[in-house]
C-alpha cells in the first residue's frame, strides 16, 4: 500500500499551486494520520518543518519550490509513491541552545547552526570554552558558529567553514569575519562537545544569538550541545542523498 501522506507548502504562489495539484492526485490524510510528511519549498522551508513536526517525529521528504534547495529533493509530481518506497534515510539531531541576557535565559533547537553575529559596527569580541575548558580567551570578530552536519553546507560553508558529512560524529565551531586571531577559522569538534561563547565588553560591542530562524538580541554567553534524544528523519531519492549532495558540493564551482 502507498504510504499516507501529509503536504505542507511555502506560502509563495508557485508553492500553493504545487499544493493543490499534488492533493488532488495524492490523498492528504492530515499530519496526525500521515506517516509522511511533504514539504514543498526551498531550505528555510524545509528547516520551518523540522521545527513544526518535532513532536510527531514523523519522516519529512521535501521537493524543491526554492531559491536554495540543498536539503530538497526535485520537484516532480509523478511516480511520488514509488519515489518514497525507495527513498533513502538521513536522520539528524539539533543543536540545542540555552541563551543568557541580562534579564532572562532562552532555550532554542538548532538544526543548521547555532551563530553569534554582532548587532552593531563594533566587532564583537568572544571568549570560548568547550567542555568547560578555556580554548580561546578572546577572538575578536564579526561572529562564530556551531554547526551540524546537516548545516555545515549552509552559513557555516559560505563562512569557510569544513563541509561535514552526514553522519559524521562532528560539529563545526568556525569564526565569521575574524580581525584577532585573524588567521583563526575554527575547529573540529566530538558532536558531544559543549560549547560555551561568552561575551566580552557586551556594553561595547553588543551580540545576538540565532538559532536557525530564532534570534535573542543583546547577549552575554550561550552554551550549543547537540541533543542526541532528538532525531528527526529526512528522506531523499535514491542516488541523490544528503552524502552525495555533500560530496558533489565540495566538488563544485
Not at 511520488?80 to 540555552?98: D, F, G, I, W
Not at 565588553?201 to 543583546?218: F, H, N, Q, T, Y
Request: overall charge negative; hydrophobic content about 45%; aromatic content about 6%.
Amino acid at each position: 500500500m502507498p504510504p499516507r501522506l501529509h503536504f505542507v507548502a511555502t506560502p509563495v504562489p508557485e508553492g500553493q499551486a504545487a499544493l493543490a495539484n499534488l492533493r488532488q492526485q495524492y490523498k492528504d490524510v492530515g499530519p496526525d494520520a500521515a506517516e509522511i510528511i511533504v514539504a514543498l519549498g526551498g531550505d528555510g522551508f524545509m528547516l520551518q518543518t523540522l521545527h513544526a513536526f518535532l513532536e510527531r517525529g514523523k519522516p519529512i521528504y521535501g521537493m524543491n519550490f526554492g531559491a536554495v534547495g540543498f536539503l530538497m529533493n526535485e520537484y516532480n509530481e509523478a511516480d511520488l509513491a514509488e519515489r518514497l518506497s525507495k527513498a533513502e534515510q538521513a536522520t539528524v539531531h539539533p543543536l540545542r541552545m540555552r541563551a543568557a541576557t541580562a534579564d532572562n535565559s532562552i532555550e532554542a533547537l538548532a538544526f543548521n547552526e547555532v551563530s553569534l553575529l554582532r548587532q552593531t559596527r563594533q566587532a564583537g569580541k568572544l571568549r570560548i570554552l568547550v567542555d568547560g575548558k578555556v580554548r580561546m580567551s578572546e577572538l575578536i570578530c564579526d561572529g562564530a558558529l556551531v554547526a551540524t552536519p546537516v548545516g555545515s553546507t549552509a552559513y557555516n560553508f559560505s563562512a569557510h567553514g569544513p563541509i561535514l558529512p552526514i553522519d559524521s560524529d562532528l560539529l563545526a565551531l568556525t569564526s565569521i569575519s575574524a580581525f584577532r586571531p585573524r588567521r583563526w577559522r575554527g575547529a573540529l569538534l566530538p558532536h558531544r562537545a559543549r560549547v560555551r561563547f561568552e561575551v566580552l565588553e557586551a556594553g561595547k560591542r553588543p551580540v545576538s544569538a540565532v538559532a536557525d530562524a530564532l534570534e535573542v538580541r543583546d547577549v552575554l554567553s550561550v552554551d550549543v550541545a547537540q541533543d542526541r534524544t532528538i532525531s528527526m528523519v529526512m528522506l531523499f531519492d535514491r542516488g541523490h542523498n544528503l552524502d552525495e549532495r555533500i560530496l558533489t558540493e565540495q566538488f563544485s564551482d
